[in-house]
């Protein structure tokens, strides 16, 4: 069974850091990997997506790195600001069974 | 484009009731998925749709049915509901097995 876990559970920054937000997962054949964000009170918005076959994907201030061998990805975010504080959660797919980490809540203080 | 769609967002039941939750998606994905988050836990998903006219079990089915009679349209019924079922809703879709888009949940409380 898959399970998938982000760590740290929290993380508070000053606004300007570069972070890096981590997620683990124990079964290396993937199919794909996704990064959310979850506003309090809201629903989810895709962030990144990486496919099986890919290395990494940028958008913007976002660079998210897929490692299956090692089961690991990682969400880069540079230059952080006020505007990015949110819980960012990251979930594996294997075919249609997506499996969701617990999250990670971000804030960047002005 | 409103993407996907929920109804309602907001519900309170008393141990024993039924209801429906509605999904709607107007972007014409083949998948459709229902999850659940409850505090401190990732999103479990509990059944999922890959075209019109056929459900599939999660990782967490039980108590739940769903229906997809229409493309754009997912149901999910709890039949007689119980307070574990107490969690927030989400509802997504996704063109095949990809990138997966949500709509904003339903908070339902189990009394």
């Known amino acids: 069974k898959q399970e998938v876990t982000q760590i740290p559970a929290a993380l508070s920054v000053p606004e300007g850091e570069n972070l890096v937000l981590n997620c683990s997962f124990t079964?290396?054949?993937?199919?794909?990997l996704q990064w959310f964000r979850q506003d309090p009170g809201k629903g989810l918005t895709s962030l990144l997506l990486?496919?099986?076959?890919?290395r990494e994907q940028t958008s913007g201030r976002l660079n998210a790195s897929l490692d299956k061998s090692s089961g690991r990805s990682t969400l880069y975010i540079a230059a952080s600001q006020p505007g990015d504080s949110a819980t960012y959660l990251c979930a594996v797919g294997n075919n249609n069974d997506m499996r969701f980490g617990a999250g990670t809540r971000l804030t960047v203080k002005p | 484009n409103a993407g996907v769609t929920q109804t309602p967002k907001f519900r309170v039941l008393k141990t024993g009731q039924s209801m429906t939750l509605l999904c709607a998606q107007d972007m014409n994905h083949e998948y459709m998925y229902w999850y659940r988050q409850d505090p401190g836990m990732g999103l479990r998903l509990i059944h999922y749709s890959v075209g019109e006219g056929t459900t599939a079990k999660g990782e967490v089915p039980d108590g739940y049915n769903v229906s997809r009679l229409k493309k754009q349209n997912f149901l999910l019924g709890l039949e007689s509901a119980a307070p574990s079922q107490t969690s927030v809703y989400f509802c997504?879709?996704?063109?095949?097995?990809?990138?997966?888009?949500f709509g904003p949940g339903t908070r339902l409380t189990v009394t």
């Open positions: 997504a879709s996704s063109p095949q097995s990809y990138e997966q888009y």
């Open positions: 079964d290396s054949a993937i199919y794909n």
């Open positions: 990486i496919q099986s076959s890919q």
